[in-house]
């Protein structure tokens, strides 16, 4: 039977672009050839009133969740489910409206529906395989995982997807968190808080001829003689922070200079990151003995090894772990994670606004991987695990904020600090140097404590290790978080 051409019936006034026209002539030249496959574009951009048989159209229908909301849409208005264009003489539109069902809630058997049911079961899996004599008991004989399972269970979905809980961690600085203990139990658990070490006296002293200026020519002044003492030889190991803070302040000083008030104005997240974060943060971590700052988007190796940990067949993919805008990680190739960082740039919502909000809990979940990661590399050895602490820095704009993390998986945040945009306000850029120079004692004494973990082992001990390979491992662990499907 020939074949009838199928623009016949298309009508004076339908037009086909040239794709449309390719496939449908090599779809008209295939079928005449006896052979029995359609080409792979299939259109339906014809008026047949009874089509003999099923054909592809360009319309798409379907869940598409957009902004929490689900909608069953159209992707190309003014075309009907049978595939006909409507007419637009009259203004009529005959194609689906959108419909609009209320936020958090999804249709039965959905994909998301089903990837939500898969996350709360691989947690509970997680909570499940729990050993309670590995649990934190308080002194009310109350253990801190139950309490945080508990909460969570009586979470709908989508606060459950935000908190830190869901990772077994303790966020000290959440008065929603604090509800679920006594006062007694609370005051046992901050107890446990690590604070940052003390401030480097010497760099404090030096920041002592600072005290009265308030005017750039006044700044300059003051950065004659530099910070390093007069006559004194260079000594890395003690000049490093005040050559360090003095760049910064320099750099600070430069831009107060600039005709355009670069300080005042708005910019893009690079800007920030090379003018203002790269001589405060990178050059103040800078002098860490063993360890890098990677920035650019690199992924998080403690995120990559967690996903990864249940990989047992040489055909299954692997999976990459979260990146981050930069990581603190030790040299070598089988790096230990000490540390990450998100920036962004002037954020309108301050620390509520979702971006920001977003970018903060990825950031936790790395730090609950990278405090996994050192637990395993000294086999859960409590004397070595409590003195080990992750940092995780945000900064957005001229601002910044830190959250440290330690065992056995209790955290805090600190307030967020701005970097000063006059002059007047130059204490505050003093404070920011003080708190960057005690973060890096935080993983300073990190690092140290891991590198000596064999130090630890008496010679019974040691000796031990050596046959079994787990003579360091105590009753007190902190295991990998639960995956996502």
Avoid at 314 to 341: C, Q
Avoid at 401 to 416: D, T
Wanted: glycine share 8%.
């Amino acid at each position: 039977m020939p074949q009838s051409n199928p623009t016949e019936n298309a009508g004076p006034k339908t037009r086909l672009g040239p794709t449309l026209r390719a496939g449908i002539k090599k779809r008209t030249k295939s079928r005449g050839n006896g052979g029995g496959s359609d080409c792979s574009v299939r259109c339906q951009w014809v008026r047949d009133k009874e089509p003999k048989e099923p054909r592809l159209s360009l319309n798409i229908i379907g869940p598409v969740i957009y902004g929490g909301i689900t909608q069953s849409c159209v992707t190309r208005p003014g075309i009907n489910q049978s595939g006909s264009k409507q007419s637009q003489r009259d203004g009529t539109d005959n194609s689906p409206t959108p419909v609009r069902r209320e936020r958090g809630t999804v249709e039965e058997g959905s994909e998301v529906e089903r990837h939500r049911e898969g996350s709360r079961a691989s947690w509970q899996d997680t909570y499940a395989q729990m050993d309670n004599r590995a649990k934190w008991v308080l002194a009310s004989g109350r253990r801190v995982e139950n309490v945080i399972y508990e909460a969570c269970e009586a979470m709908d979905f989508v606060t459950f997807a935000s908190v830190p809980a869901q990772l077994f961690i303790l966020d000290t600085s959440d008065p929603e968190v604090q509800g679920w203990f006594s006062e007694d139990e609370w005051n046992e658990i901050t107890a446990r808080l690590s604070p940052l070490p003390g401030p480097d006296q010497t760099l404090v002293d030096s920041f002592n001829r600072f005290y009265p200026v308030n005017t750039t020519t006044m700044l300059r002044e003051a950065l004659k003689s530099g910070l390093i003492p007069d006559g004194a030889t260079y000594d890395q190991t003690l000049h490093s922070t005040l050559q360090w803070a003095e760049t910064a302040i320099r750099k600070f000083l430069m831009l107060l200079e600039a005709p355009n008030d670069p300080l005042i104005q708005s910019h893009l997240e690079s800007w920030y990151g090379y003018n203002i974060w790269s001589d405060i943060l990178d050059a103040g971590l800078l002098d860490l003995k063993g360890m890098t700052i990677e920035r650019k988007k690199p992924t998080c190796d403690s995120s990559t090894q967690c996903s990864n940990r249940q990989r047992l067949k040489s055909t299954e993919s692997i999976k990459l772990g979260n990146r981050l805008d930069g990581i603190i990680r030790t040299l070598g190739h089988a790096p230990l994670v000490y540390g990450g960082m998100e920036a962004g740039a002037t954020i309108t919502g301050g620390v509520t606004a979702p971006r920001r909000l977003g970018d903060n809990f990825k950031l936790v979940k790395c730090l609950r991987d990278m405090l996994s990661q050192l637990h395993e590399e000294v086999n859960g050895d409590s004397s070595i695990t409590r003195l080990v602490q992750v940092v995780g820095i945000f900064t957005s704009g001229l601002a910044l904020q830190y959250a440290l993390l330690g065992h056995p998986g209790v955290g805090y945040r600190e307030p967020v600090v701005h970097m000063p945009d006059s002059v007047e306000r130059l204490p505050e850029l003093l404070r920011m140097l003080v708190v960057v120079a005690q973060i890096k004692e935080v993983i300073k004494l990190s690092y140290d404590a891991v590198q000596k973990k064999y130090l630890a082992l008496s010679g019974s001990a040691f000796r031990a290790f050596l046959v079994s390979g787990n003579a360091m491992r105590s009753k007190a662990t902190l295991g990998w978080m639960a995956s996502a499907p």
